[in-house]
C-alpha cells in the first residue's frame, strides 16, 4: 500500500541553524500539508501546497518557514533560523483533493538545542 | 470557526471491556470528522471519517463512530479492548478551505490484561 514518508526520522540541530525536512507524499496525490506537534500538546496545522502554490497558512507559519516541491516527488519544509521552540514532531500529510483522507508519515522529530 | 474538544487526555480499560473515547465539536458549517489513531514511533493513521452521510461510521480494527448533531458529538467506540489498541486517538475536523485538519489534544487509550 503506498505511504507517505519523511526523512529524517530525528533531527538534531542548534539554535540559529537551518534544518530542511524531507517528505515524500504519495504519487498520485495533489495536495500536501506539513503539520507539527509540540511534545504533550495537539497537533498543529502548518501549511497547505497546491499546484506549486501555498493554498493557506497558519500563524505558525511565519517568515521562518518555507516550502517547496523542488520535484516531482519531495515535498520540503525549511526552518531558516530554528529556535528553542520550534522542537517538535513534524508530519507531512497528502490526499487527492481538499476534501478526501489525508494520509500521514511517520513524522520527524526535531530537537533544537 | 471549527473546533474539537476530547475530553480525557488518558483512558484505561480492560482488555475485552468497551472502549468510548469523547470528542465534542464546535462547526460553523456541516462538519467533516476524523479520527485518527497514532501507535508509538508512528505516523497517524485514519481510523474512520464522517463526511454527512450515514450518522454511524464504521471504521478499521473494529472501531465506529455516531454523528450526533444534536450533542455536537463524535464519539468513538469499540465493543471490546484488545491490546494491541494501546494508542493514542486524535479527533479532527476540518477547519479551512483548503481542507486544513484541527486536531484534539488527543487521548492515549491503554488496554489492561
Known amino acids: 500500500e503506498p505511504e507517505v514518508t519523511q526523512t529524517p526520522s530525528h533531527q538534531v540541530t542548534q539554535m540559529g541553524q537551518e534544518v530542511i525536512l524531507r517528505c515524500v507524499p504519495i504519487?498520485?496525490?495533489?495536495?500536501f500539508y506539513w503539520y507539527r506537534q509540540i511534545l504533550g500538546q495537539k497537533v498543529e496545522f502548518l501549511v497547505s501546497?497546491?499546484?506549486?502554490?501555498?493554498?493557506?497558512k497558519s500563524e505558525i507559519f511565519d517568515d521562518q518557514f518555507s516550502v517547496e516541491r523542488p520535484d516531482g516527488s519531495n515535498f520540503t519544509l525549511k526552518i531558516r533560523s530554528t529556535k528553542l521552540e520550534d522542537s517538535a514532531m513534524y508530519f507531512c500529510?497528502?490526499?487527492?483533493?481538499?476534501?478526501?483522507?489525508?494520509?500521514f508519515g511517520p513524522g520527524t522529530r526535531l530537537t533544537v538545542l | 470557526a471549527q473546533s474539537v474538544t476530547q475530553l480525557g487526555s488518558h483512558v484505561s480499560v480492560s482488555e475485552g471491556a468497551l472502549v468510548l473515547l469523547r470528542c465534542n465539536y464546535s462547526?460553523?458549517?456541516?462538519?467533516?470528522l476524523f479520527w485518527y489513531v497514532q501507535y508509538p514511533n508512528q505516523g497517524l493513521q485514519l481510523l474512520l471519517k464522517?463526511?454527512?452521510?450515514?450518522?454511524l461510521v464504521k471504521g478499521i480494527n473494529g472501531f465506529e463512530a455516531e454523528f450526533k448533531k444534536s450533542e455536537t458529538s463524535f464519539h468513538l467506540t469499540k465493543p471490546s479492548a484488545h491490546m494491541s489498541d494501546a494508542a493514542e486517538y486524535f479527533c479532527?475536523?476540518?477547519?479551512?478551505?483548503?481542507?486544513?485538519?484541527?486536531f484534539g489534544k488527543g487521548t492515549k487509550l491503554s488496554v489492561k490484561p
Open positions: 504519487s498520485n496525490h495533489l495536495y
Open positions: 462547526s460553523s458549517v456541516p462538519p467533516y
Open positions: 479532527a475536523v476540518y477547519g479551512g478551505s483548503q481542507g486544513n485538519l484541527i
Open positions: 464522517y463526511t454527512s452521510a450515514a450518522t
Open positions: 501546497f497546491y499546484n506549486n502554490e501555498i493554498s493557506e
Open positions: 500529510a497528502s490526499d487527492t483533493s481538499s476534501t478526501d483522507t489525508q494520509y
